[in-house]
């Protein structure tokens, strides 16, 4: 998958990610955004290495694998960085 598709993905976990996990965020959407970024590369990364698949394009199960990724660093941030 390009590089462009796992910015997208990202931007999209990092999305819904955020949107289960309200509060107040340190950076906001912009720190939660890169997250899930990071998030999408952990979540492929992750479910590849469970053998249940990993973030290999645009589609349903990519966006949740990313999106589990994303909420794992979001929740790793606000419970251990933020504090």
Known sequence: MG???WIILGLI???LAK???PGKD????IMT???G???AFV???????????????INIGSIVTATL?????????NRFIRG
Request: aromatic share 20%.
């Open 26 to 29: 340190g950076g906001g959407w």
């Open 33 to 35: 955004m890169l997250l």
């Open 43 to 57: 979540g492929g990364f992750i479910g590849g290495f469970l053998g249940f698949g990993g973030a290999d394009g």
């Open 3 to 5: 590089i462009f598709s």
């Open 37 to 39: 970024i990071a998030g």
């Open 13 to 15: 976990a990092g999305a």
């Open 69 to 77: 990724g994303a909420f794992l660093l979001l929740f790793v941030y």
């Open 19 to 21: 949107w289960l996990m």
